[in-house]
């Protein structure tokens, strides 16, 4: 995959590698050369804490983890529960 450095040296990590990797906006990286490239490496991130609430649309409980919580694709659900004993 290819991106570009802005004018401002930012760049974009397309949306296919964050969410393989669970980066979110905001998330720290470390910044390493290595044999020439730029590595960027995610730095871990507290866990999020998920409380039951209740839905307002249906009235029954329902799992949240926060606004900023990543969302589940139906990809990442199929591996999450092919790996569950």
Request: hydrophobic share 40%; aromatic share 2%.
């Amino acid at each position: 995959m290819e991106t570009r450095i802005s004018t401002k040296g930012q760049i974009v990590i397309p949306s296919p590698l964050r969410r393989k990797l669970g980066i979110r906006a905001g998330d720290p990286l470390e910044a390493n050369i290595k044999s020439g490239s730029i590595v960027l490496t995610p730095r871990k991130r507290k866990p999020l804490k998920a409380k039951i609430i209740t839905d307002p649309v249906t009235g029954l409980p329902a799992l949240t983890a926060g606004k900023s919580a990543p969302v589940l694709t139906s990809e990442a659900i199929y591996e999450i529960l092919s790996n569950f004993p």
